[in-house]
């Protein structure tokens, strides 16, 4: 079993910045890439961001694209998701995700089976 702790969230004003953590444990913590998902008030979760673990290998939404950097530390088996000049629509609970079983680090949540269980982050204007 892999557990997925997510760390970090908290209420800031449109413009500041946050750091979400997720760290990773389990028997033998082994994916093939972790994934950052939102999901807001009454809207469907959407991707955020993802990195493989091996090559670092990064994907973002456009929406957060030079806002936001995913970057992994493996011996800590955590990863982090630095948020810049954020919005009032960045407002969202966040949920990081590891896919164990493919060679999958895209935008579909289904390919991601464990999950964390949120942390919200609110933007003010």
């Known amino acids: 079993q892999v557990q997925l702790v997510e760390s970090g969230g908290g209420l800031v004003q449109a413009g500041g910045s946050l750091r979400l953590s997720c760290a990773a444990s389990?028997?033998?913590?082994?994916?093939?890439?972790m994934g950052w998902f939102r999901q807001a008030p009454g809207k469907e979760r959407e991707f955020v961001t993802s990195i493989i673990w091996s090559t670092g290998t990064t994907r973002y939404a456009d929406s957060v694209k030079g806002r936001f950097t995913i970057s992994r530390d493996n011996p800590k088996n955590t990863v982090y998701l630095q948020m810049f000049s954020l919005k009032p629509e960045d407002t969202a609970v966040y949920y990081c995700?590891?896919?164990?079983?493919?060679?999958?680090?895209?935008?579909?949540?289904?390919?991601?089976?464990?999950w964390g269980q949120g942390t919200q982050v609110t933007v003010s204007s």
């Open positions: 389990g028997r033998t913590f082994s994916s093939y890439a």
């Open positions: 995700a590891a896919n164990t079983k493919s060679s999958y680090s895209g935008s579909q949540s289904s390919h991601y089976d464990y």
